[in-house]
């Protein structure tokens, strides 16, 4: 790595030793930021990219351990290094365990501790470049694939390889533009079906009449214009899956029939007397809270129950914000390559701005965002001047929680408390004291 764009971060809640290691690290080209305790080294973690983080292992109140939990999430790309005093060493190893990168001994030497440092930042450098390998190769195997390690998205992933290998009916809930097709791929790939028919319908797509015979096919002279018989997508679908995309758009008398061949696994063409029976697997998904609109009868509830066998949702990009930058650059890849563009990636501030945006579109508006950076892009990297000025805006406030006037005090303290245990990734000791309160007061109100 190239030590002029190495930026590291120094923490020691002894200020005389902190100065000593920036004035070191300084001298030797490195672009350091220093920090003089655990909570001032998380504000530093929020506002900037770290390729190293360089830490002491005992302080109080935030530790060097603690950081080193929540790097992961704040700096997902640093290397960290744990300085330790005479009867600590046991904890980093302990540390190393967890992640950490080396671990030092104080007194700190200038050559083992600039030493530890280059090296910290070659291996680095190597596993950004092996991610970014992986990225490509994987965007040139298959380029519309579920990205994310946030928590959320890994709860969801996981759910889809348990459910996967049965054949029980899956239904799909989450807003437009999440992937809901993208996950009903998934279950199809690792089921036992992946060698047979993947037949997927978009419901709102099509008019009640077409979408009837597209489903269940008629036979010759059902009606005007039908001249010969025609198999519906069930019957194409034998022995594989079927995906119903927005089954709530579904109108009353197609749910009796789809109810029909959840119940008894046959269904008759338009026209025809005999039934027809079929082994399909039945994913649906939808954007709609189908509860809802069960009670507004809108929606039959002995067909929500055969539907809702498994659920999976799939959370709001807004709830994820972490996954973000994986999710530009598995995008970036994808148009580089289709629009033959040499574009090195994204700078800190368009990642910024992208990772503090709302995105109501989810996903798909992500994905447009950087195909349209992609194709207007000037200088061979995607930075803020090349995002929509409604992305910069929405951006600009940076991450948040909004809450309506109103809202009473137990839902704010509900809502402040989901968001930092989504942040630390369910550690309840590091929300704690994130928020400065006992971990037993988590527990409590959890």
Same mark, same amino acid.
């Given at each position: @790595?190239d030590?002029?764009?190495?930026r590291?971060?120094?923490?020691?809640?002894?200020v005389?030793?902190?100065?000593t290691l920036?004035?070191?690290?300084t001298k030797?080209?490195?672009e350091?930021?220093?920090?003089?305790?655990g909570?001032?080294? &998380?504000?530093?973690?929020?506002?900037?990219k770290?390729?190293?983080?360089?830490?002491?292992? @005992?302080?109080?109140?935030?530790?060097?351990m603690d950081?080193?939990?929540?790097?992961?999430t704040?700096?997902?790309?640093a290397e960290?290094?744990?300085m330790?005093?005479?009867?600590?060493v046991?904890?980093a190893?302990?540390? @190393?365990k967890e992640?950490?990168?080396d671990?030092?001994?104080?007194?700190?030497k200038r050559?083992?501790?600039l030493?530890?440092?280059?090296?910290?930042?070659?291996r680095?450098?190597?596993?950004?470049e092996?991610?970014?390998?992986?990225?490509?190769?994987?965007g040139l195997?298959e380029?519309?694939?579920?990205?994310?390690?946030?928590?959320?998205m890994r709860?969801?992933?996981d759910?889809?390889?348990?459910?996967?290998?049965s054949?029980a009916?899956?239904?799909?809930?989450?807003?437009?533009g999440?992937?809901?097709?993208?996950?009903?791929?998934?279950?199809?790939r690792l089921?036992r079906?992946?060698e047979?028919?993947?037949?997927?319908?978009?419901?709102?797509?099509?008019?009640?009449?077409?979408?009837e015979?597209?489903l269940?096919?008629?036979e010759k002279?059902?009606?005007?214009g039908?001249?010969?018989?025609?198999i519906?997508?069930f019957?194409?679908?034998?022995?594989?899956t079927l995906?119903l995309?927005?089954?709530g758009e579904?109108?009353?008398?197609?749910q009796?029939?789809?109810?029909r061949?959840?119940?008894?696994?046959a269904?008759?063409?338009?026209?025809?007397n005999?039934?027809t029976?079929?082994?399909?697997?039945?994913?649906?998904?939808? $954007?709609k809270?189908?509860?809802?609109?069960?009670?507004?009868?809108?929606?039959?509830?002995? &067909?929500y129950?055969?539907l809702?066998v498994?659920?999976i949702?799939?959370?709001?990009l807004?709830?994820? &914000?972490?996954?973000?930058p994986l999710?530009?650059? $598995?995008?970036?890849q994808?148009?580089?390559?289709k629009?033959?563009?040499?574009?090195?990636?994204?700078?800190e501030?368009?990642?910024?701005?992208?990772?503090?945006?709302?995105?109501?579109?989810?996903?798909?508006?992500?994905?447009?965002?950087?195909?349209?950076?992609v194709?207007?892009d000037?200088?061979?990297?995607?930075?803020?001047?090349?995002?929509?000025e $409604?992305?910069?805006?929405?951006?600009?406030e940076?991450?948040?929680?909004?809450?309506?006037l109103?809202?009473?005090?137990e839902?704010i303290?509900?809502?402040?408390?989901?968001?930092?245990?989504? @942040?630390?990734?369910?550690?309840?000791?590091?929300?704690?004291?994130?928020?400065?309160?006992?971990?037993?007061t988590?527990?409590?109100?959890?």
């Amino acid at each position: @790595m190239d030590v002029l764009n190495a930026r590291i971060l120094l923490v020691d809640d002894e200020v005389a030793h902190l100065k000593t290691l920036e004035r070191l690290f300084t001298k030797e080209g490195y672009e350091v930021v220093a920090a003089d305790g655990g909570q001032q080294a &998380l504000d530093r973690m929020r506002e900037r990219k770290f390729h190293l983080i360089i830490t002491d292992l @005992m302080m109080p109140d935030i530790d060097g351990m603690d950081l080193l939990k929540l790097a992961p999430t704040l700096q997902p790309e640093a290397e960290v290094i744990l300085m330790t005093a005479f009867g600590t060493v046991e904890r980093a190893v302990e540390g @190393m365990k967890e992640g950490a990168y080396d671990f030092v001994s104080k007194p700190i030497k200038r050559a083992t501790i600039l030493k530890a440092a280059r090296q910290g930042l070659e291996r680095q450098a190597l596993v950004v470049e092996n991610k970014e390998l992986k990225a490509r190769l994987a965007g040139l195997e298959e380029e519309r694939t579920i990205v994310g390690q946030s928590l959320l998205m890994r709860e969801s992933v996981d759910r889809v390889r348990q459910v996967a290998p049965s054949d029980a009916t899956v239904l799909i809930s989450g807003e437009s533009g999440t992937g809901k097709e993208l996950f009903a791929q998934m279950i199809y790939r690792l089921s036992r079906r992946a060698e047979k028919p993947f037949i997927a319908v978009n419901c709102a797509a099509l008019p009640e009449s077409i979408l009837e015979s597209e489903l269940f096919g008629y036979e010759k002279g059902a009606f005007t214009g039908a001249n010969q018989r025609k198999i519906g997508r069930f019957e194409a679908a034998d022995e594989g899956t079927l995906f119903l995309d927005e089954i709530g758009e579904l109108s009353p008398q197609v749910q009796v029939k789809l109810l029909r061949v959840l119940q008894e696994g046959a269904f008759e063409r338009l026209g025809a007397n005999v039934p027809t029976e079929v082994d399909v697997r039945i994913v649906a998904a939808t $954007h709609k809270n189908l509860e809802k609109e069960m009670k507004d009868g809108n929606f039959r509830e002995d &067909l929500y129950y055969r539907l809702n066998v498994i659920d999976i949702k799939i959370p709001p990009l807004r709830h994820r &914000l972490e996954d973000v930058p994986l999710l530009a650059e $598995h995008f970036l890849q994808i148009y580089v390559e289709k629009n033959d563009r040499q574009i090195q990636g994204f700078s800190e501030d368009a990642l910024a701005s992208l990772s503090n945006y709302h995105w109501p579109g989810n996903v798909r508006e992500l994905e447009n965002i950087v195909e349209r950076a992609v194709v207007l892009d000037k200088d061979g990297r995607i930075d803020g001047d090349d995002l929509p000025e $409604h992305v910069k805006a929405g951006s600009s406030e940076g991450r948040h929680i909004t809450i309506p006037l109103g809202t009473s005090l137990e839902e704010i303290e509900k809502r402040v408390l989901h968001e930092t245990l989504k @942040m630390t990734q369910g550690d309840k000791k590091l929300a704690a004291k994130l928020l400065g309160i006992a971990t037993r007061t988590i527990y409590r109100k959890l």
